[in-house]
């Protein structure tokens, strides 16, 4: 059975910083690429950042030199470190993992950034 498990959302004022991090287990972890997309209210759910197997990574262009995403193959983790984070980056935060046909997504962590 495949899970994908988030934690490390929360409540942070503007400016402050988060770590996400997503459990795998029941796949491969070390093949499957991994995102982090986020959902806010009323708006399309969208990639925020992605790690392929080979650690290659691309970002949205909104969080840029803010966010910063990363696996520990030894522990099946991928990681999403927030800093300078804004109000617009309010939203449920979404760990995928996808390798060709499969496809697989976790609960979701809430990220609030308010004052």
């Known amino acids: 059975q495949v899970q994908l498990v988030e934690s490390g959302g929360g409540l942070v004022q503007p400016g402050g910083s988060l770590r996400l991090s997503c459990e795998a287990s029941?796949?491969?972890?070390?093949?499957?690429?991994m995102g982090w997309y986020r959902q806010a209210p009323g708006k399309q759910r969208e990639l925020v950042a992605g790690?392929?197997?080979?650690?290659?990574?691309n970002y949205l262009d909104s969080v840029k030199g803010r966010f910063t995403i990363f696996r520990d193959n030894a522990k099946n983790r991928v990681y999403l470190q927030m800093n300078s984070l804004k109000p617009e980056d309010t939203a449920i935060y979404l760990c995928?993992?996808?390798?060709?046909?499969?496809?697989?997504w976790g609960q979701g962590t809430q990220v609030t950034v308010s004052s």
């Open positions: 029941g796949i491969r972890f070390g093949i499957y690429a």
């Open positions: 790690v392929t197997s080979n650690g290659s990574t």
């Open positions: 995928n993992a996808n390798f060709v046909y499969l496809d697989y």
